[in-house]
Structures are given as structure tokens and as C-alpha cells.
């Protein structure tokens, strides 16, 4: 039995993580800010609380440990980003970064491997360009939060430890995240693009997501950055168009632009009027094999009754 340490773990993709390495006979420990609310999670898991800023109280734990999944961060979601709101989405993943740094320093034995969590903003907006592990990092504020997140942890590496960086796309979920969000509309028949529907969305479904952690934390060859997207991103237009065929809906009503930017300022631009065309070219080349390399599957399987889905029983 393998001891796992998922920093972050209460959230959605630390929840269906926990099931995937449970679900393998893993040790799994969940470090959490609210360890006393914690639910929806496999039985078998122990939950610590920490303060998401240093090693105290957890650091004997990552002693021995085989990962370390740190997936620890501020939300950066619904709500407009104040200047507090921006600090504080930037200050929570760097602290978060730096106390795993501190755990594996003090640790006699030190884990394996350090999975550290990022995302596809790295590469800030893209328009129609394929974007790689290779391509060079974005200028906005997503991106510049991506690259402190992703060098929080870089001194890991003059540890001994193999470091790999998971730069996230939009991942679907009936359990919480953005999607049922975006379903709302199209429930009630007023469902459509977003913007002009050019932008690409960079996505992959939860399974495949923490399929792909699984499989990272056993490839003793991954280190550095890797996309975890579905090889197959598509536009807003066409995410819409797929998402009401598969709702037995119609995607004909728009939401503008221009009131998005009204009311989320600069979020609306990065999040939700901008995209990536991110494929997960080193994941592939790895022989990663994606349970929903389509959004058409993907989408069926979120949409049909639970105890159908590929998604772990919570």
C-alpha cells in the first residue's frame, strides 16, 4: 500500500482523486484548511488539517510518502477579481507550494514524486494557435499566477525529487466545477455560445483527469510540465452546439460579450471570452490513454443518470 498526500483534497478534483487511489488500494491522506467539514470521500481516507501555508503539523507524513498531489489554491471563480480577490488567488498557491518545499525537506525519506498543480492560463490567450508544453508562457494575469504557482515548488527538484506540473484545462463534472453551471441554461431552453464562439476550450473530463494523476505518479519517466487536457479541444461555439444535441436542446441564444465584461471585468476576457487550443501532447507521447478523447462522449456520460456514469460512486 502506497501512502498519497493530496493537498487541496476536498475540493472537486482532489475529491475524485481520492476515489481513484482509494479505489487502488492506496493509502490516501487529505491535507484541508476545513478538515472538520470534509465529505464526500472515500471512507478509507485520513483528513488533516493544515494551515495551507506550512509543514506544521503534516510534515511527518510526507516522510516516506510516494506523492505528494498539491492541488492547494484559492478559487478563482465566480466572483469579479478585486485587488484583494487577485492577491489572494496568488498568495494561496504560492504559500501552498512552499509548505509541500518545506514537508519534503524535513522528511528522512522523501517522496517519490511531487505532482504540482497548474493550468493552461499558463499560455495566456492563444486565438487559433495549437498550444504545446513547448509554447512559451502568456503576459496576463492568469498566466504570471501560473508561473509563480508552478516555481512555488521548484526547489524540489535540488532535493532529488521528480517533479511533474499539471497544467489543467477546463475539467467536467456533474459533482460541482463549471459544467452544470453551463448546462443551467440549456436546461431551461435559453442555452448558447458565449461571446462570438471563437475561443477555444482546453477540457477533459474528471475521470480522465484523475486517471491521468494516477498514471503520472507512476511513470517514473514523467517530470516538468504536461497538459491535462482531452486531445481533442474545441471552440465555445462548438462546446454549445455539442452540449444542446446531447441535452436534446437547441444553442441559439448568446450571451454577449460585452455584458460578461460589464460584470466580471477582466475574468470574463481570460475565462470565459479567451481561451487555449492546449492538447496534451507529452501526455500522448507517454501512452496515456483517454477514457473521453471526445467532447461527445464525455458530454453523454456527464448527462446520463449517475449510477450509469464512469464517474466514482461518492
Request: glycine share 10%; proline share 6%.
Amino acid at each position: 500500500m502506497s501512502r498519497i498526500i493530496i493537498t487541496g483534497g476536498t475540493g472537486l478534483i482532489g475529491r475524485a482523486l481520492a476515489f481513484e487511489l482509494a479505489a487502488a488500494e492506496n493509502e490516501v491522506i487529505i491535507l484541508s484548511r476545513h478538515a472538520s467539514g470534509a465529505y464526500n470521500l472515500p471512507q478509507s481516507a485520513r483528513v488533516h488539517a493544515w494551515d495551507a501555508k506550512t509543514a506544521e503539523g503534516w510534515s511527518a507524513l510526507a516522510s516516506g510518502a510516494a506523492a505528494i498531489v498539491n492541488l492547494a489554491g484559492e478559487s478563482i471563480a465566480p466572483m469579479p477579481w478585486t485587488a484583494e480577490r487577485r492577491r489572494r488567488i496568488l498568495q494561496s498557491r504560492v504559500d501552498a507550494g512552499r509548505a509541500v518545499v518545506e514537508a519534503v525537506r524535513a522528511a528522512e525519506v522523501k517522496p517519490r514524486v511531487v505532482i504540482q498543480a497548474s493550468a493552461v492560463g499558463y499560455y495566456g490567450l492563444c486565438g487559433d494557435e495549437q498550444v504545446t508544453e513547448e509554447t512559451p508562457p502568456g503576459d496576463d494575469f492568469l498566466a504570471h499566477v501560473c508561473r509563480d504557482w508552478e516555481e512555488s515548488s521548484a526547489p524540489l527538484e535540488q532535493l532529488g525529487v521528480r517533479r511533474v506540473i499539471i497544467r489543467t484545462g477546463l475539467v467536467l463534472s456533474r459533482d460541482g466545477g463549471v459544467f452544470p453551471l453551463i448546462a443551467l441554461p440549456f436546461r431551461f431552453f435559453v442555452g448558447g455560445r458565449i461571446g462570438n464562439g471563437r475561443q477555444y476550450t482546453p477540457w477533459i473530463h474528471i475521470v480522465d483527469h484523475a486517471r491521468a494523476i494516477c498514471f503520472l505518479i507512476g511513470k517514473a519517466t514523467a517530470n516538468g510540465p504536461l497538459n491535462l487536457t482531452a486531445p481533442n479541444p474545441v471552440t465555445n461555439a462548438e462546446f454549445s452546439r455539442t452540449l444542446g444535441e446531447t441535452m436534446g436542446r437547441p444553442a441559439l441564444i448568446p450571451t454577449p460579450g460585452f455584458a460578461l465584461r460589464l460584470v466580471f471585468g477582466d475574468m470574463a476576457k481570460l475565462m470565459l471570452l479567451g481561451g487555449q487550443r492546449a492538447v496534451p501532447k507529452h501526455l500522448q507521447e507517454m501512452g496515456f490513454q483517454f477514457r473521453f478523447p471526445d467532447l461527445q462522449s464525455a458530454l453523454s456520460d456527464l448527462l446520463r443518470p449517475a449510477k450509469e456514469s464512469a464517474l466514482p460512486t461518492q
